[in-house]
């Protein structure tokens, strides 16, 4: 009990901290729900099944599987792709399937939880219409303390940077001394 408690401490002045950095201002219960879901992350492993295998086994589901198989697949969709996008830039399925996969399962969930007027109804919306951003806000979280440490992870944040032109991104290469040139050029200053 008192793991789970420090790790819901600890993410909450995250979470606060982050959004604060990268500009958002979610409701007090989307920022609540984010805080929960990377406690709940910390505590336990992702289940490894594929995730667009259990989005088509949703679809025929009772309704209230339904929703269930839907947040999972939101939470682990928001979860990698801001603790792990960088990992996935070389692989098959990059971050950019997460993204689309996690809002899509949380833009679904908010029309199936019930309506507007459902407090989570409004979280899920909230998540579906900024997954990007939320992304970002789970990557300031994920890198507040590290650094590149070789030349190798300067290329692959140039390359995120490039692929999204993430402020984050922007941020951590000035940060290590490499200036992204304007949008267009794709230049390195």
């Not at 941020?171 to 304007?182: I, N, Q, S, T």
């Amino acid at each position: 009990m008192e793991t789970a408690q420090s790790l819901v401490s600890f993410f909450k002045d995250e979470v606060d901290r982050a959004c604060k950095d990268e500009g958002m201002q979610p409701d007090r219960l989307t920022g609540h729900y984010l805080v929960q879901l990377l406690a709940a992350y910390g505590a336990q492993p992702i289940e490894d099944r594929p995730l667009a295998i259990r989005m088509l086994e949703a679809i025929p589901a009772s309704p209230r599987e339904r929703r269930s198989t839907l947040r999972e697949i939101g939470d682990t969709s928001l979860f990698v792709s801001g603790f792990w996008g960088d990992s996935l830039g070389r692989k098959l399925v990059d971050v950019d399937y997460y993204i689309d996969l996690g809002g899509t399962a949380y833009g679904q969930l908010a029309r199936d939880s019930g309506g507007p007027h459902q407090p989570y109804a409004a979280v899920f919306s909230a998540l579906a219409e900024n997954f990007s951003r939320f992304v970002e806000v789970l990557m300031t979280i994920s890198r507040r303390t590290c650094r590149a440490h070789n030349d190798g992870d300067v290329v692959r944040l140039y390359e995120r940077w490039m692929r999204t032109k993430s402020g984050w991104a922007a941020r951590r290469l000035a940060e290590v001394g490499v200036m992204p040139g304007d949008r267009g050029s794709g230049m390195v200053q």
